[in-house]
């Protein structure tokens, strides 16, 4: 184990991590998982689909043992379309947020999409982006 992993702070003798080699530690856990659905056609960790799972609102941290927990215990969140995946993604890119796994071309090619699909709904278009604990944030778009 290295030793950039942060330790847990909650580690008692109950954890099953306890006694490993570097004892509990934070974990992060990809909310929209496993990550072999988030990935483009060649299986590269690449695109709409791994920028939209790589969202900073898609990541939780979490004690190792419990990050294990979740994969165990239960089913994957349903994928939702590409669409949505697309449109949170600009909107991420919009409000400036740091968003991996997309060329600039890409980028850009999203961003535009967009803001035409807003124009062409002749509304000035709020589309929600997930954030932890269900909080909703609305970016607008004039």
């Not at 890409?106 to 803001?115: A, M, S, T």
Request: net charge negative; glycine share 6%; hydrophobic share 35%.
């Amino acid at each position: 184990m290295g030793t950039d992993r942060t330790p847990c702070p909650n580690s008692s003798p109950d954890c099953p991590f306890f006694e490993s080699e570097g004892g509990c530690f934070i974990d992060s856990h990809h909310t929209k998982w496993p990550a072999e659905r988030y990935v483009d056609a060649n299986g590269i960790k690449r695109g709409v689909a791994w920028a939209y799972r790589e969202l900073l609102p898609h990541r939780v941290e979490v004690c190792r043992a419990k990050h294990v927990a979740i994969h165990t215990a239960e089913e994957p969140p349903t994928l939702v379309s590409q669409t949505v995946m697309s449109e949170t993604v600009a909107i991420a890119l919009s409000a400036g947020e740091r968003v991996e796994g997309l060329s600039n071309r890409e980028r850009k090619r999203l961003v535009r999409e967009f803001r035409e699909s807003s124009a062409d709904d002749g509304l000035q278009k709020a589309a929600p982006t997930e954030f932890p604990e269900g909080l909703v944030v609305a970016i607008q778009h004039t």
